[in-house]
């Protein structure tokens, strides 16, 4: 493939799902590109429209308006050709209950004429999956493991996968990263849409994120968390009150426990500074945000508890 041909490109790809009752606005002008060799990160909450972007590049469904290209190829018109090229883990993994793990594997393989099944093999004994076990007596994560062989075993050009490690142990997660990166490494391209924001901050160059059919940026993850705001803790010598720096300019969130004072700080450091002069400083501890930290800023939620992140992301995103 020309490398300076976009593995995935849309042009203001909608979509409009219609009922008697309202349309829904599922995917609004979507124009994003993916290059050859990158990991891109697909993120949004619940009904942003991430699975309908999915399906719209695999042809599952049509667009209301504009288009997708892969490979430089119509997603419609040359979905056959583009299917052969890539490979695909759903959110919802349907599979033959009362075949072993090998069984699919041998069934998959003479689909795609493709009947080496060494390197399925090798996947398989890297996420620790018996592939002789029947897949109704998988467990959830097992079965995602499967699902994964499948997604990878023919070393497709492109994969596009949907919440891959939901339902795996940190080890095999940890696994799936190493995975991801010996495809990075060999030239080929994954488009991941996922909920665990640790986890495209891991393995992913740039991420794109999607609110109510919109996309709000795209990033490369390297700058998205190097933005203007980080939290900044100051222990001082002596018992503090919020209103030592109430009012500063660039300073929000602030709490205080005993001699130290907790705050978020966007801009310069300089106002600050200015405010707490005349107090006696021990120690000073800068921290940039994380990446989900700086996901709820794009929602207009730039007030997290640290307590609450995780959970607060878990109920936003899908």
Excluded at 39 to 64: E, H, V, W
Excluded at 201 to 228: F, M, W
Excluded at 234 to 260: C, K, W, Y
């Amino acid at each position: 493939m020309n490398p300076h041909v976009p593995v995935i490109q849309t042009d203001n790809l909608s979509k409009v799902y219609k009922s008697r009752r309202k349309e829904v606005q599922a995917l609004y002008h979507l124009n994003l590109t993916v290059q050859q060799g990158e990991i891109f990160g697909y993120l949004g909450p619940n009904g942003a429209g991430k699975t309908t972007t999915i399906r719209l590049l695999l042809d599952l469904i049509r667009p209301t308006k504009g288009s997708a290209q892969i490979f430089g190829m119509d997603a419609q018109r040359d979905s056959v050709a583009i299917h052969r090229r890539l490979g695909y883990l759903p959110g919802e993994l349907s599979l033959w209950d009362n075949l072993t793990g090998l069984q699919v594997i041998n069934y998959i393989c003479q689909i795609r004429g493709k009947p080496d099944t060494v390197y399925a093999h090798q996947l398989a004994d890297s996420l620790l999956l018996d592939l002789l076990v029947k897949v109704r007596n998988y467990s959830s994560g097992n079965r995602r493991k499967l699902g994964l062989v499948i997604a990878l075993m023919h070393k497709p050009e492109l994969l596009i996968l949907d919440e891959p490690t939901n339902g795996l142990d940190p080890l095999i997660q940890q696994t799936f990263y190493e995975l991801m990166r010996e495809i990075r490494e060999e030239g080929r391209t994954v488009f991941l849409s996922s909920h665990i924001l640790s986890e495209v901050q891991a393995i992913c160059d740039r991420v794109g994120i999607l609110r109510n059919g919109e996309l709000k940026a795209v990033e490369r993850v390297s700058d998205l968390t190097h933005t203007d705001f980080r939290w900044v803790t100051v222990q001082f010598r002596e018992p503090v009150t919020p209103e030592l720096v109430a009012g500063v300019p660039g300073v929000s969130n602030i709490t205080v426990e005993d001699h130290a004072l907790k705050l978020r700080l966007t801009g310069d450091f300089d106002p600050l500074l200015h405010a707490i002069s005349q107090q006696y400083v021990v120690d000073i501890h800068v921290q940039e945000p994380t990446l989900e930290e700086i996901f709820l800023t794009f929602y207009g939620d730039t007030t997290p508890a640290v307590s609450n992140y995780h959970r607060t992301a878990k109920e936003m995103v899908s």
